[in-house]
């Protein structure tokens, strides 16, 4: 059931991009919600740029949210692996206690006793969840390195701020003086 949630909450965010870009290309939705292209009215570059900070946040809410996922599957898949290892020593106390309950067994490898083979099935059952939570969590935490990856791509840089040094630097020299640097600026040929 968690791994239905979780897959849905990731459609519908996959879904919420698309329909961002969707409308970047011009595509309105109407009330049917049915795309028509408005092929006379392009949108602005303001609109664009806005479209593409939206479309940033939702990969860094993407990004955090994955991770967040990955995180608790994770943490959820160790807890049940524990827990599964707990109930198994307690089989293999029983069993130490009385091997002859346990020696019976079923053609098919069962435990003959009911009690055993109920407590041996919660076992296994939770071992599976644990792997499948565990292998789920690594996936998740694998696509938010991506999604954070994704993040980094900055074509825009950093803005130009020129470096203006002091005009007068006064600094002890290496004899035990002092030296005394004027820095004048030169302007550039344009």
């Excluded at 979780?6 to 009330?31: N, R, Y």
Aim: with cysteine.
């Amino acid at each position: 059931m968690k791994k239905r949630i979780a897959a849905l909450a990731m459609l519908f965010a996959f879904a919420d991009a698309s329909f961002e870009s969707a409308s970047l290309a011009g595509q309105v939705p109407t009330a049917g919600d049915v795309p028509v292209t408005v092929a006379d009215q392009a949108p602005s570059p303001d609109a664009l740029q806005e479209a593409s900070r939206n479309n940033w946040r939702l990969l860094r809410v993407a990004k955090w949210t994955t991770a967040a996922g990955g995180t608790g599957l994770a943490v959820w898949g160790v807890v049940n692996n524990r827990r599964a290892d707990e109930l198994f020593e307690e089989l293999e106390r029983e069993c130490l206690v009385d091997p002859d309950r346990c020696d019976d067994r079923l053609p098919d490898g069962a435990y003959a006793d009911g009690a055993l083979e109920s407590r041996y099935q919660d076992v296994r059952h939770l071992d599976r969840q644990a792997r499948s939570a565990l292998i789920a969590g690594q996936v998740g935490l694998a696509a938010s390195v991506v999604l954070f990856i994704l993040d980094l791509r900055n074509s825009a840089g950093p803005a130009n701020i020129p470096y203006e040094p002091r005009r007068i630097d006064i600094t002890p020299s290496r004899d035990g003086g002092l030296t005394m640097r004027l820095n004048l600026p030169v302007p550039a040929n344009r």
